[in-house]
């Protein structure tokens, strides 16, 4: 069969493709013809066609996504081959097939993608390819999981001038219950070894991209035992990339950081060699019964220390901050807006996020709450001291219709089987 491929991309994220389409070109070459659309695929996928391809439509989905591309996804699984991707199809598989996708990715994507494109050519099913769920009449099935080396596989691709933040490390040793990453199947942590590392940011330099971003679920963890942070690769990382002439950005948006993982000497070669001056740190709750009970694994003391080194050594912390938690009363409340103002005061930057019932967590079920009013208050009268950033708002809008998606269909049953008292709460919104 002669397939061709349209990747759907959505906000300017085409860079999320970057380490498919480069899976693709390296185990398939460039003889399949690939096409970057950030608009409904259907055109694309019909021109392709009148050549006499048989066009597969890629989606990337996060659940908030999701939510916007689900009609379209549907409309196009059923003229079209759709393999869906992306953390709302890694938790929720079962959801995109029921849309209609012939394979969700639910592991490491690059080695799915790769196997999914050789089983299409050759005429099997999905089941042939590794960390893809797919159905077998109204059965849902998930095939082997493989896990790759991230070394084998380039972040961007030349062709296509897609070059996004380059993964340092995937998985994480941590179980904070708010979080996908260690509940989806590709949570073992692994590393992109250092010498691949710059390798490819050698590659982004010579491409013009000398802004190079590294990338991981904890922003000072790379090459580290889990504990503690590994200064000496960090160091020989940031050095690395100054040598060969790119400016290195590490433990910034989206790579909050943990507490465990802040000290004096990795701080300090972030100053010395990075290009970011801000550092995110993740605190989560100004209450430790809390971060007790969502599974944070640190104490707000803790964190607090960190954040104060942070400012010390003459960086700027941003400090992500998670409104209504599972499991949040107002005593908590109060305790996370005295660690708020107290990190105002010293001109360390909040960034707010209200919490999500994310598909494959442990917190998928958990109905969420309206922001608790006295955030609301604070925040008022934060405002004026400019150090507030984020989406809580937008995320509290979205929290219900997020957590709808798993309470009307939260298991791969044969047919959607509803939690109890769910329908009446999901049909109100
Ligand atoms: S929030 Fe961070 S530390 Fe916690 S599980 Fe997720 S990636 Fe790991």
Same mark, same amino acid.
């Given at each position: ?20 389409? $480069? ?135 030349? $062709? ?91 433990? $910034? ?177």
């Amino acid at each position: 069969m002669r397939i061709a491929v349209i990747a759907r991309t959505a906000y300017g994220a085409k860079n999320a493709f970057g380490p498919i389409i $480069s899976a693709i070109i390296k185990e398939h070459s460039l003889d399949i013809p690939i096409k970057v659309v950030e608009e409904n695929p259907l055109s694309s996928a019909a021109e392709f066609k009148a050549k006499g391809y048989e066009p597969i439509i890629l989606y990337g989905v996060s659940s908030p996504l999701y939510l916007e591309l689900r009609s379209e996804i549907r409309r196009a699984s059923r003229l079209y081959t759709v393999i869906a991707g992306g953390p709302h199809a890694e938790g929720a598989y079962w959801h995109l097939l029921r849309d209609g996708a012939w394979a969700a990715v639910v592991g490491d994507g690059e080695n799915a993608i790769a196997g999914l494109v050789e089983a299409l050519k050759r005429g099997d099913g999905p089941g042939e390819a590794p960390n893809v769920a797919y159905r077998e009449g109204d059965k849902f099935r998930v095939s082997r999981i493989e896990h790759i080396n991230l070394d084998d596989y380039d972040p961007y691709v030349e $062709s296509f001038n897609l070059y996004p933040p380059i993964e340092l490390m995937r998985g994480c040793w941590y179980r904070c219950k708010f979080c996908q990453v260690p509940w989806l199947y590709k949570a073992r942590v692994r590393y992109r070894s250092l010498e691949n590392a710059l390798r490819i940011s050698r590659e982004y330099v010579r491409a013009g991209y000398t802004r190079v971003r590294f990338i991981l679920p904890i922003g000072f963890s790379y090459l580290s035992d889990g504990r503690e942070p590994n200064v000496e690769a960090i160091e020989e990382l940031l050095l690395g990339v100054r040598r060969v002439g790119g400016i290195p950005f590490l433990g $910034s948006f989206p790579s909050e950081t943990r507490p465990e993982f802040i000290n004096r000497d990795v701080l300090e070669a972030v100053k010395k060699y990075a290009g970011n001056r801000r550092v995110a740190v993740g605190l989560q709750s100004g209450s430790d019964r809390l971060l007790e009970l969502v599974g944070r694994g640190h104490t707000v003391a803790e964190a607090v220390e960190k954040i104060e080194l942070v400012l010390k050594v003459g960086l700027q912390p941003v400090v992500d901050i998670l409104f209504s938690l599972p499991g949040e009363e107002e005593e908590d409340v109060i305790q996370t807006i005295r660690v708020m103002e107290e990190l105002a005061g010293k001109h360390v930057r909040l960034r707010l996020h209200t919490f999500l019932p994310l598909p494959g967590t442990p917190f998928a079920r958990a109905r969420p709450k309206p922001v608790h009013p006295l955030y609301r208050r604070t925040i008022r009268r934060l405002l004026g001291k400019g150090v507030l950033e984020g989406h809580w708002e937008w995320q509290e809008e979205i929290a219900p219709k997020i957590y709808c998606l798993t309470a009307l269909d939260p298991k791969p049953s044969p047919d959607p089987e509803p939690l109890p008292g769910d329908i009446e709460y999901c049909s109100r919104l």
